[in-house]
């Protein structure tokens, strides 16, 4: 008498999609972006570059967390390396602010982004709404060496006034400030814990 197979479950199955679609978008990222493995210096597993910086801004310091990884998006037109993600930002006062990101290379990266130059830009925008909300910081210059180090082009006091809160309604980009964003470990969740949302 044969012995029935063992049925595999909802979890199994569900764990061996998450595996299967994990290991396809690795291969995908290698053939077409293989510089997210490797940039910064060292080789890295997924392909995500997570980092963390300082700049100062209105009341004080501002601590801004980024998360990354190679994307379809950028211009159809141009050539150009595009990049997606999230973060945080932590503003002195002790609020913080959940955004998304865009950005990436305006030219085609293959296997090395060293001084290469990079934007990313900052948003907020709803559950039911295609539209950009603040705050909205472009940072801008170029890979160097392990760092990301980038120039606020003035977003940052525009759209932050001392308090923390967002200006409702920023002005013209003042002075830009250096921030430069170095290579730090995942973060889970909210990494300001204790800190309210604005």
């Known amino acids: 008498m044969a012995t029935p197979r063992k049925r595999t479950g909802c979890l199994g199955q569900f764990i061996f999609l998450a595996v ?76 913080n602010y959940q955004v998304k990101l865009t950005g990436g290379a305006p030219l085609t990266v293959w296997s090395d982004m060293n001084n290469k130059p990079f934007t990313l830009s900052t948003y907020i925008r709803g559950a039911f709404s295609s539209q950009h909300g603040p705050p909205e910081l472009r940072l801008k210059g170029r890979w160097n060496g392990p760092n990301l180090m980038l120039n606020d082009e003035g977003t940052l006091a525009r759209a932050f006034a001392p308090d923390g809160s967002l200006i409702a309604h920023p002005g013209t980009p003042g002075p830009g400030r250096e921030i430069t964003f170095a290579e730090t470990d995942w973060w889970f969740g909210d990494p300001c814990p204790g800190h309210p949302h604005g």
């Open 20 to 95: 299967f679609l994990a290991a396809l978008a690795m291969g995908v990222a290698a053939i077409t972006n293989p510089w997210i493995f490797t940039v910064g210096g060292h080789f890295r597993l997924l392909p995500q570059w997570t980092g963390a910086g300082q700049i100062e801004g209105p009341g004080g310091t501002y601590r801004i967390f980024v998360s990354f990884y190679p994307s379809r998006g950028g211009s159809r037109i141009l050539p150009s390396t595009s990049v997606r993600g999230g973060g945080f930002i932590c503003t002195p006062s002790g609020r």
